[in-house]
């Protein structure tokens, strides 16, 4: 997580110039992460905030800090300016936000927002799995074709083979019997030998 934090603070200065750009034209970036997680288990506050210095904590630049709020460190009264918005941001459940509500009133209208976004989200995801199950069915039905064509093609070489060998074993047969033939067997006995049909032979 902390080298996704910093691959994507290290992008919003990189993406701000283009091939050929002078580095002056970099602006001061603040990068903050809210986390739902602890993320930095050996701090104790909340709210940090970092950017580069060396040991002796000087400055390197200014052009870049990182701030990092964890939600589950905020304490349970509000101690700052921004508490009563990440206490906002920490609420999961419909009561929650009531309570909230009621307590500062100046959260209704953002609740409010947040309920109509929430609902707006629902419909969008239930058209999304409605349409994803549309594609399931129809994902389904061509495998099904292909299968069917695949297990017709294997049926069709199995036929293939095995009406070849039955072929192939026939064809043996009547060689065999056109040689007793010249040698002067009778018809009986070159049935007997290769289960031809008197019919068969007397086409011979």
Known sequence: MRNRVLYYSARLIGDQIKWGDKYRKLHHVISIVICDHVLLAEENDYLNVYDLRNDKNRSFTDLLKVVIIELPKLPEEEDSAIWLWLRFLKCTKKEE???????????????????????LESIRDYQFHRNLAREDEICLHLQWKEDGIAEGKEIGIAQGITQGIAQGITEEKLTIARNLLIEGSTPEFIQK???????????L
């Open 193 to 203: 030998i290769t289960e031809l049909s008197l019919d068969e032979i007397a086409g």
């Open 97 to 119: 936000y009531e309570m909230l509500a009621k307590k500062y009133p100046q959260l209704k209208k953002p609740i409010k927002c947040t309920k109509r976004m929430g609902l």
